[in-house]
Every structure is written in C-alpha cells, then in structure tokens.
C-alpha cells in the first residue's frame, strides 16, 4: 500500500476551500456534476485518507484464500478527477492479487475526455481496466448488467464512479462471501461533501430500510440485531435493504438469484427490489462495519431521464411490487397512487424466477426481517376518514412521524389522505 506526501489540498480527507475571488467560477462548475468539480480538480487522484475503522478492525486477520474481485462502475459524464480518484483508490488500497480486473462501463457519455484520453490513461494503471462503451443511454440497472457480464472474477463488486475505498476495504467483503456465498455485503458508505470533499466516516449504528412509498432509509440499527451480535460493533450488521450503490456479491450467485431486473429503467428501486429477492429467496444482505468506501453525496441529480425521474421511479416500483410484495403492495398503491397509472410491462419472467427460487411471502420479509417496518401487519381497513357533512378529510399535511395531523377538502386520492 502506497504512503506519500500528506501536504497537498484535502491530503488525509480534509476540506478543501475555494478563496473569495474563485466562487463565482466555483458556482458555475458545481452545476456541471452537481459537486465542487474545483475543489476535486484541486485533490491529488491518490490523496491520502484517514483510516476510520474500528479498532477492533484493524487487527482483524482475514484468510490467504479469498475469492478474487472485479470491480464494476458505471459512469455517464463524470468528472476525470472523480473518476480516477476512484480509480486510484480501489488500485491503490486493493491486494492486487484479489483484484481480477476494473471493469468501466461508459453509460454513452457525451464529453471528450472520457473517450480516447481515458482509453490511454487507463492502459497504463498496473491493474487490467476495461472499458465497455453503451451504444445509447441505457441507465445504471442495464449497464451494470453489461459490465457483470463481461467480468471475470469470483466475485463482482459495483461501485459508483465518484467513491473512494479506504485501507483494508476490500478483505472483509470478500472474506465474508468466502464464509457464504449467498451473502450480498455492503461496506460502510463514510461521506464525501459534495461541496469542500472532506472526508466524513460513515456510521456502524444505522442500516437500510424504507418507507411506505418504498424510498430507501437509513435507520438505527435495532437493540435485536445489536443483542445477536452479542455487542460486538466489528461483526456484520443485517440489514433489511441496501442503498444500492455500492456492495459485492458472488458472480455465481448474482446469476443465480435473478441478477437485476432488466425490465427496470435507468435507475430507482432497483435497490430495494434487489434487497427483498435476496432475503425472500434465501440469502442474506449485510453491511461488513470493517469496510469503508466514501461516496459523493449530491443534494441533486446532474443527469436527465429519459420521460424524467418521477415516472422512472413510479415504474421501477410498481415492478417490485407487483412480484415481491403480495398483499402488501396495496399500502404502497394507497399512499402513491400515481404509480397504479403507470405501464409497468410484463412482470412474467420475474414472477417466474420468484417461483422457481421457491421464495418466501412478503408477510415473512416483515416477520422476520424487518419487524420495525412502518408497513403494519394486521390491520382492519386502509382508506380515508371523511366527515360526510363538510367533505374534510384527515390529512398528514406532508408532516413527520409524530406531529399533528390537518384537516383538508376531501380529494379521493389517498397520498396523505
């Protein structure tokens, strides 16, 4: 592993700050990848990263034998320093030996730099890097399907393209998916600012979970999963959903378990569809609390969607809950109702693939699973509370958990009626 100067802008993860003079310049080339694209342009592709773990982490002593990885990142317009700081970070803080190769799916991007210079510049990394070219915009779900299907390791790790793994990341993934192979790891996503790229650690305390319009949450983790692991914080945490941009799984069983759900468009659910075949279909989905990969957290998308982000999401859901959710599905209809208009195709060969895996019910998921679930699991009715008189319905008003709830002129649309 590599040890350099540790002087230079956001050397060890620190923020870097623009001076007065640059930040109108700096306004304008935030809005390029929506993150301080002169800031990152400032940090050395290398730079050298605080190590966040536990301490208990880095005693840790993972076995000779560990599968081997390819590392898969889709990337559609994004900046050359994130690019190669991710780049650099998975070849530099990677045992070469675990690292059969870098897999870059270009998702048809429109910049010249990300063409032949990258071409060039990657051909001289000390590990193979593989460009695969997308002949038209095809989103994340099918172009990480391309660069799945063009690696070669044991084992397939996705990335985003603006992440950066720190020390010692990549064994505990592996050695987890050695123990058993069924199991989908997740490191810990530490935070990179979008705006100074200071180096945040991420938490051991919260895992993934969603709400009742299936939008991915992070929550704490429960004194039940704490109690399983007898208190301790380095041993992996169940968890019931996975953000979904950054995690490993054996390439064996990613084809066997049904891989993506081709049927699914850009990006958007994908996660939590992901999430629920794993667990129902008799794996299990963990974050390993000794792997710390940052990721640049946006506050907004800098790409456009085909039809926009709203309808993708609505279909990409209305999919998920078509085959995994049975009965409860009509909670998620009731609280968004613009998803029962959507066309959603044909879900055959996804029900199919549920059957053939003889995968448990939805109610199992909740039982077992995710038991702090928001989504209630007996219930008498689900509807709206109408005075007749006056046409007023109870409504959330697009309040929290635990405040009050409003009054307003009955609209017949569920949502937050």
């Known amino acids: 592993v590599i040890s350099r100067n540790q002087e230079g802008p956001g050397e060890m993860g620190k923020a870097v700050l623009i001076p007065k003079d640059d930040q109108e310049k700096m306004k304008e080339l935030f809005k390029i990848n929506q993150f301080n694209l002169m ?3 400032l940090i050395a592709l290398n730079r050298s990263l605080p190590d966040v773990r536990l301490e208990g982490c ?8 560990l599968p081997n990885t390819s590392v898969v990142i889709v990337f559609h317009n994004e900046a050359w320093s994130t690019l190669l700081r991710t780049v650099y970070s998975v070849i530099n803080r990677s045992p070469h030996y675990l690292l059969s190769e870098v897999i870059l799916v270009d998702d048809a991007s429109e910049r010249d730099f990300l063409k032949l210079t990258l071409e060039n510049y990657v051909k001289n990394l000390e590990v193979p890097v593989k ?4 002949e038209e915009r095809s989103g994340l779900i099918r172009a990480r399907l391309r660069g799945a299907a063009a690696s070669q390791g044991q084992v397939i790790t996705f990335l985003d393209a603006h992440c950066e793994c720190t020390l010692g990341w990549l064994e505990p993934l592996l050695a987890r998916i050695k123990e058993d192979r069924k199991t989908v790891v997740c490191p810990i996503i530490d935070v990179i600012s979008d705006d100074t790229f200071e180096y945040m650690a991420g938490s051991d305390m919260t895992y993934g979970g969603f709400n009742w319009k299936l939008n991915f949450r992070w929550y ?3 004194q039940r999963e704490m109690d399983r692991r007898k208190g301790d914080r380095t041993l992996p945490v169940r968890t019931p959903t996975m953000a979904g941009g950054l995690f490993s799984i054996d390439r064996n069983y990613f084809e066997e378990i049904g891989t993506y759900d081709a049927g699914m468009d850009i990006w958007g659910g994908e996660n939590l569809e992901m999430s629920f075949r794993i667990w129902q279909c008799g794996g299990s989905l963990e974050i390993v609390t000794c792997s710390h990969v940052g990721h640049v957290f946006r506050k907004a998308t ?10 993708v999401i609505n279909k990409n859901n209305r999919r998920l809950a078509e085959v995994w959710m049975d009965e409860f599905k009509d909670f998620f209809y009731i609280i968004s109702p613009g998803v029962v208009k959507v066309d959603y195709g044909d879900v055959s060969v996804r029900k199919t693939l549920r059957e053939n895996l003889k995968c448990k019910p939805f109610s199992w998921y909740l039982e077992n699973i995710y038991p702090d679930s928001q989504i209630p699991r007996r219930y008498y009715s689900l509807g709206e509370i109408r005075n007749v008189e006056t046409n007023q319905c109870l409504d959330n008003m697009g309040r929290k958990e635990n405040e ?13 009626q």
């Open 39 to 41: 800031a990152s342009d």
């Open 302 to 311: 800098p790409y456009t969607f085909p039809g926009g982000t709203g309808h």
């Open 220 to 222: 704490p983790v429960p």
């Open 58 to 65: 880095k005693t840790k002593v993972y076995p000779d034998e």
């Open 404 to 416: 009050k709830v409003g009054i307003f002129n009955c609209h017949g649309m569920g949502g937050n």
């Open 131 to 134: 460009i695969i070219r997308m």
